[in-house]
């Protein structure tokens, strides 16, 4: 496995906590890659491994800069930053006006954070936090390069109406106009659901509608919503994140995503480093 893309339609379903979260209990090597053309928040909400913030000038904005001339993958790690606990991450965009500065380079960016899996030197997977992906987002032109594409709902019906509706399209753009093609090649299209875990139902009625639209996608697990864990995770509280319903969920949906997808996540890249074991 190389790049693995999160991303929802519209709200805000925990994009970026829930890409920390997957980072945090990754069992390979992992790098964590603020990918959100609005901007990112982690330079806000969380701190560096010496203790202060995150320096918003090293991340995307360098990356913006270095990629006009080409970005070989190993380039990457010269724009990561390692965060409190360890997890290496490359920093969003201050804002959305930045994102001039990538015009017609997520193509490159996306073969970049696909190939680093495959480096002689320091090779890890990645994990994309793509924010909100919408018809004209230009961040969909990295998505092509994923192998895995894993689309993040709340479990209201406008919500999961929206969902069905995006995997569908994106499902046309990257694998054809032929409907379920997203079944025949990559990346795979995923939906993780943002719920009570408890709910054991839930999932499978999400996916039968999934199935039933034909939109190539099916649910892969659900996420916790659990408002303390994530700040436990951001460092905003105190607390054994490691033990939090979030931390938890995010380790099935881990361990599931290997045991279905584990023979096309074969590669070099070394054991897990990541933040929460």
């Given at each position: ?23 945090a ?34 991340g ?53 954070f ?17 924010g ?30 929206r ?11 990257l694998?054809?106009?032929?409907r ?26 999400v ?64 054991p ?6």
């Amino acid at each position: 496995m190389a790049l693995i893309a999160l991303a929802a339609d519209k709200g805000s379903p925990g994009v970026t906590t829930t890409a920390v979260a997957l980072s945090a209990v990754w069992p390979r090597r992992v790098l964590l890659a603020e990918a959100d053309p609005a901007g990112g928040d982690l330079v806000y909400r969380s701190a560096a491994a010496h203790g202060g913030p995150l320096d918003p000038n090293i991340g995307m904005l360098s990356i913006a800069a270095t990629a006009r001339r080409g970005l070989a993958a190993e380039q990457l790690w010269d724009h990561a930053q390692p965060m409190s606990g360890g997890l290496d991450v490359v920093v969003g965009l201050g804002n959305a006006e930045q994102a001039v500065g990538l015009a017609g380079l997520w193509p490159t960016l996306g073969r970049a954070f696909n190939g680093l899996a495959e480096t002689a030197q320091q090779p890890a997977d990645v994990i994309a936090d793509c924010g909100r992906i919408g018809p004209d987002a230009a961040v969909s032109e990295m998505l092509s390069q994923a192998a895995l594409v894993l689309l993040l709902a709340r479990t209201e019906p406008e919500h999961l109406a929206r969902i069905r509706d995006r995997a569908a399209a994106l499902s046309a753009k990257l694998h054809g106009a032929q409907r379920g093609a997203a079944q025949l090649g990559l990346p795979l299209i995923g939906v993780l659901l943002i719920a009570d875990p408890g709910n054991t139902r839930l999932p499978g009625q999400v996916n039968d509608m999934l199935v039933a639209s034909q939109t190539g996608a099916r649910v892969v697990g659900v996420i916790a919503e659990d408002a303390v864990g994530a700040g436990q995770l951001s460092g905003r509280k105190r607390g054994r994140v490691e033990k939090s319903l979030l931390i938890r969920s995010a380790r099935k949906v881990v361990g599931d995503l290997h045991q279905q997808f584990g023979s096309a996540w074969a590669g070099p890249a070394m054991p897990g480093t990541g933040a929460v074991q």
